[in-house]
């Protein structure tokens, strides 16, 4: 009990007493309890500390000698000192016209010790508990770290983890904090159950869904953990999944969790409601804008009257309509959708109603969570900033942009009120995730001992997406087999000069071994990105490499660059060696176009690049090499998840000097034509029909189906796909050059293949059958390696 609190008890019994000797005089009264109410301090006595200094105390109390003092300033001086965190008690009394102060201080914090934990290390628990070495001590502090521990666990999967504190009494009021830990087993995830749903299956949607079914493999990918805010980020996923497909009435009726103490496992229960599925109705454009010609926007819009509904295709209308409106100086212009829902046709029909919206501002743009990641990596991404007009599309697509960076696990933007009626805060809210990745992968190749190229290589990386917590990339990886060792460095800075230009650089190593010759190239590129929308992307680049080449000691064992008799070597191999070293030279462009949704498991959408390379700034080399690359991904079965893969490309190569060497060739590999060896098909030597000396140009074609398989539990990540490749490669001037095979002759194959979402990177095995080849062609049935083939 606070001792102030007796002063005021005493004086207030005083006014009584006075009210009752002096019956009805209130005068009398009223002096007795501006007497207790303000008494006049002549000392001040501290009493009780011992590391805090008289002077320290003193000045919370906001008191100075020779001034009234009240219970009211007696009742905020308590709350101070209270509020330093300092004192586990503190009492305040008069004694005559000296206010006596009280204090019982905290102990000191010497030591945070963590006891019994091994898969959270002691620097992580300590940055998260509140008790800090020099810090103050209290018993409420203590008990809300051993939650704070607790939750830590249930955060990588361990619920039953038991956590005890003590402390160890040091002497001179400094004590050890002891936090002992029993970590326990995994709490594991058993199944994941979907309640209500017909539309799509269960497997379909655990696709969607971040809570996975603990399996063989969860060790690795670790998302198996129970986590309440991961099952709320899952509601909205279904919901986006659903609307997105027609479901406007689509609701998530509950999902929860329940443990199994006996088996410390989690039983996971979505119930959902999903609803008609509904096309757009009509779609119209209203605007009261001046210059906003309602006729003229219907380009820009999504929907479409007929197409399955979908409400990322309304957000994509907003953004557009939007722009078009901040385009034309409408800073505040606000677009409104109204639909009108026909239950009967079961269409939706939508309005954009464009109009001037309320005169808002930012006054301010706060971000949290970001432990790790720099606050202008974050701001950066906002097209809008504290001053600007308040704009919704923006915000969203900063929204956007931020998830597409792939540091977060979630980002939350809000708005609270400013400090004026027309400002508001920005409040960005982040929770970040490991952006480190270490992959390794593995190849085998089944071709013949000519190419030098047959055997297992293998392949390690090291990645950073976010360095330093300053969003640059850096890349180290390494990489060989039978006859071949590679080596690069690689890193992009994604905003030079604080412009939204992607600079970096790559250095790389490349040396081949062959039965009758060695190549090794070294190279550096400088490039630079530059968005032109939000799906197509510039790139500029410069290429400066030597490449030298060497034949075997088994073919040219006096070294002197000239084959041995009976060595069946190409004379383009030995021309290409006599001019080594060769030095290239070169400036490259490329335009990006991506719109896939997904990179790393799509299912919709375009990746395509079309690049022009021109060597010639010096160097040896001189020509212009046109390239194009497009693959279309289209979901063709919804439920069953079977997705479509239309593939096409082309290269083309224009000497610009001399005749082309053999090397600045065009060759096969299997992004171009699977069942083949690489560099296994095209024209040949005449002199060794084994060497194929490449073409100049090149046309190739895939068409695939990707499905879930069926028995293997979705949990492992796998996938099957079956196949069919075409292409042709031709066109060679070389002098050696074998005239039969330089002609349009087209190849193609069949194959089915295996592709996993390992935790190393995609993985995929292929294995391909020719139906269509020439005798001189190299075959290569399996193939091992990276499933990426944008």
Known sequence: MKAYRKFLGAASAAALSAGLIVSGSITVQ?????????AVVRNIDVRGNRRVDDATIESYLNVRRGQNYSGADIDEAVKRLFGTGLFADVRINFAGSTLVVEVDEYAIVNQVIFQGNSKLKDDALARSVQLQPRGPFSEAAMQADIEIIREAYARIGREDAIVNGRTIDLGEGRVNVVFEITEGGRTKIASVNFIGNNAYSDRRLQDVISTKRSSLLSFLFRDDVYDENRLRADEEALRRFYYNRGYADFRVISASAELDETNNEYTVNITVEEGDRYTFGDVQVESTLDGMDASTLNSLLETRSGDVYSAKDVEDTIIALTERAVGLGYAFA??????????????????????????????????????????????????????????????????????????????????????????VYLVVDVVEKSTGEFSIGAGYSTGNSASGRSGVSVEGSVAERNFLGRGQFIKVSAGGGKGSRDYSISFTEPYFLGRRIAAGFDIFRQSRSFDNYTSAQTGATVRFGLPITEALTGQLAYTYSTE???LTSACDANADGIPDPGCLVSPAIVTAVGQSPWKKSAVSGTLLYNTIDDLKNPREGVYSTFSVEYAGIGGDAKYVKLTGRGTYYHTLLDEQDVVGVLVAGAGHIIPTGQTLRLFDHFQNSDRIIRGFEGSGIGPVSLTSPTDHLGGRTYFHASAEAQFPLPVVPHSLGLKGALFVDAATLYANSLADVNPATTGMQWRASIGAS?????????????????????????????????????
């Not at 009223?30 to 303000?38: F, T, W, Y």
């Not at 409104?336 to 109009?355: A, H, K, L, Q």
């Not at 995929?764 to 059958?769: G, K, L, T």
């Open 30 to 38: 009223l002096a007795a309890v501006v007497a207790a109410e303000a």
């Open 334 to 423: 606000q677009v409104t959708p109204r639909g009108d829902r026909n239950f009967e046709t079961r269409t939706i029909s939508v309005v954009y109603s464009i109009d001037q919206g309320p005169r808002t501002y930012i006054e301010r743009i706060e971000i949290r969570g970001n432990d790790r990641t720099r606050d202008y990596v974050i701001r950066r991404e906002f097209d809008i900033t504290e001053g600007d007009a308040f704009n919704q599309v923006l915000v969203q697509r900063a929204k956007r942009r931020l998830e597409r960076l792939d540091y977060f696990t979630s980002v939350n933007i809000s708005t609270v009120p400013g400090s004026q009626p027309d400002q």
């Open 548 to 550: 030298e080449y060497d």
């Open 754 to 790: 295996i592709l996993w979402s390992s935790p190393f990177g995609p993985i995929r095995i292929d294995y391909a059958i020719p139906v269509l080849k020439e005798p001189t062609d190299e075959i290569q049935h399996f193939n091992f390696g990276v499933s990426t083939r944008f």
